[in-house]
């Protein structure tokens, strides 16, 4: 099978772009195409406004199968990088930039669970303030009922993560402002980092002992979302986050023990 660039792209660059290599791994063929095309769009080695190859020429140029080749161009397209035209093929998007992602299913370990938390901190900090200024009679019970949910759970002897998401989400719902709400939802479970990081293994008094440390510091969120204390909420939940970090942190000493 040939190996071969297409012509205009042999001409435009003496290097093939990295798209265009073979791909070896048998896994993920589609996900590595589109990092690959990915790069080379955001990079310019493919430039705006540039036909891609044609799915014979991408092929070729690979090694993968047409059933790769169109997930993987349909997979540009949903993210804004690529527009197709029928019967003509596909172009990089004007001013094509690759959006913000997470892919909370590759983050795995302790550094990266930490890394979001600390991006959580400032978006959290000012949706609690936010929500102590704004929120509605309806808004602080729907709060107080998330936490009476994370009692709940914890009385029943479960880590709470759902309701403990769901807290979190209510004081987002609470702003006023819907990106709030979008940007928790697009983190998902995740940004409760308990439920990828294991919790150590200790006694169940241990683990009830070490979420009802975590329901404490809920307990002052509430409580100042209450009162209307946007300077007390606000430090609450920057107390509560950089706390959780610290957990965290102490516990990725204690696994690397």
Same mark, same amino acid.
């Given at each position: ?7 205009? @792209?042999?001409?435009?660059? #003496? $290097? ?7 791909? +070896? ?17 955001? +990079?310019?080695?493919? &430039? ?34 690529? /527009?197709?035209?029928? *019967? #003509?093929? =596909?172009?990089?998007?004007?001013? @094509? ?15 990266? /669970? ?8 400032? #978006? ?7 929500? %102590? ?6 808004? #602080?019970?729907?709060?107080?009922? &998330?936490?009476? =949910?994370?009692?709940? &759970?914890?009385? %029943?002897?479960? !880590? ?9 989400? +209510? ?16 983190? *998902? ?13 200790? !006694? ?31 430090? &609450? ?8 970090? $610290?957990?965290?942190? $102490?516990?990725?000493?204690?696994? %690397?023990?």
């Amino acid at each position: 099978m040939s190996r071969t660039l297409p012509r205009s @792209a042999a001409r435009a660059t #003496v $290097k093939p772009p990295t798209a265009f290599r073979p791909l +070896s791994a048998p896994r993920g063929l589609t996900h590595e195409l589109v990092e690959r095309l990915t790069a080379d769009i955001v +990079s310019g080695k493919l &430039a705006p406004g540039s036909r891609l190859p044609t799915e014979q020429e991408m092929i070729a140029a690979t090694g993968v199968s047409r059933t790769v080749v169109r997930e993987a161009v349909a997979a540009l397209r949903a993210e804004g990088l690529v /527009v197709t035209r029928q *019967g #003509v093929g =596909a172009f990089v998007t004007e001013g @094509a930039r690759r959006p913000f992602r997470i892919n909370t299913e590759e983050l795995r370990s302790l550094r990266e /669970v930490i890394e979001v938390m600390e991006l959580r901190t400032g #978006v959290e900090i000012e949706s609690a303030g936010l929500a %102590a200024e704004r929120a509605s009679t309806d808004d #602080v019970r729907a709060i107080e009922r &998330a936490f009476a =949910a994370i009692e709940k &759970a914890i009385a %029943a002897g479960e !880590s709470a993560v759902d309701q403990d998401f769901a807290f979190h989400r +209510s004081i987002a719902q609470a702003t006023g402002n819907p990106q709030f709400l979008r940007f928790l939802d697009y983190l *998902g479970r995740f940004i409760i980092p308990r439920q990828t990081v294991r919790v150590a293994a200790g !006694s169940a008094a241990d683990r009830r002992a070490y979420l009802d440390l975590i329901q404490g510091e809920h307990r002052e969120i509430v409580a100042a979302i209450r009162a209307r204390a946007v300077q007390k909420v606000r430090a &609450a939940m920057r107390q509560h986050l950089l706390n959780s970090r $610290k957990r965290y942190q $102490k516990l990725g000493a204690e696994l %690397a023990d």
